[in-house]
């Protein structure tokens, strides 16, 4: 799940952004409410949820939340603020966010809040997502394979495993190409070495080779990947 954070508070924002990424999100940070917008124009359907502090320099988070609205969008929106009056949320609310979290807050909570929103938005898949034989479920972000007797056994992968794992799930038997997977699951300012993809498959395979995953994922030469489900 790709996650846009707009912040300016750099220390709030590198914790922010730690947390996120030790639970399995992929985010793209921004420090302005310009360079958020210039996220959301290149690609605002590649995102699952939104962060957006309220004061930022150039463009306010309201005002943010009001142009990713007009453009028809559901994104579900968390706002953060040190604004707590009753008439600031109602302004928040009203612009188009969905939730609201007042500074300080802990990061146990910023998660909570993240769960429950995906729990309520349409957009978002439910609580376990099945493959063949294997379950992905958000409650835990964890995977399981069932074996041959019917038991869930836990596949153990890294966060970067993870999400490649959880995007061929959500696109099984479709060929996926190297540019797709660098768009989707790294972040759009870093700038991944040319053999990151492949070595990264190659990770994901030996994981998944004790529950009888060798030949799950395919190569197909020249074009890029494709996941085979077993039924």
């Not at 004790?210 to 020249?222: A, H, V």
Request: net charge negative; glycine share 6%.
């Amino acid at each position: 799940m790709r996650i846009l954070l707009v912040e300016d508070e750099s220390d709030l924002g590198n914790a922010i952004k730690r947390t996120l990424i030790q639970h399995n999100y992929i985010v793209d940070w921004a420090q302005d409410g310009k360079e958020g917008l210039d996220y959301l124009e290149i690609g605002l359907s590649h995102y699952t949820l939104g962060i957006f502090d309220w004061l930022l320099p150039k463009l306010s988070g309201v005002d943010l939340i009001r142009k990713v609205r007009q453009h028809k969008s559901s994104l579900p929106i968390l706002m953060l603020t040190a604004k707590d009056s009753e008439e600031d949320k109602v302004i928040g609310l009203d612009a188009g966010a969905d939730d609201y979290l007042v500074k300080p807050f802990g990061m146990a909570e910023l998660l909570a809040r993240l769960r429950a929103l995906q729990r309520r938005s349409p957009q978002i898949n439910p609580q376990q997502l099945k493959v063949g034989n294997l379950t992905l479920d958000y409650s835990t972000y964890t995977i399981f394979c069932q074996d041959k007797e019917g038991d869930n056994q836990t596949i153990a992968l890294t966060n970067k495993e993870f999400q490649l794992l959880e995007y061929f799930l959500h696109h099984p038997n479709q060929i996926v190409t190297r540019d797709q997977l660098l768009s989707q699951l790294w972040e759009w300012e870093s700038e991944p070495m040319s053999n990151v993809v492949a070595a990264q498959i190659r990770l994901l395979r030996r994981k998944l080779a004790p529950y009888g995953g060798d030949n799950w994922i395919e190569t197909i030469y020249g074009l890029g990947y494709r996941f085979i489900v077993n039924s």
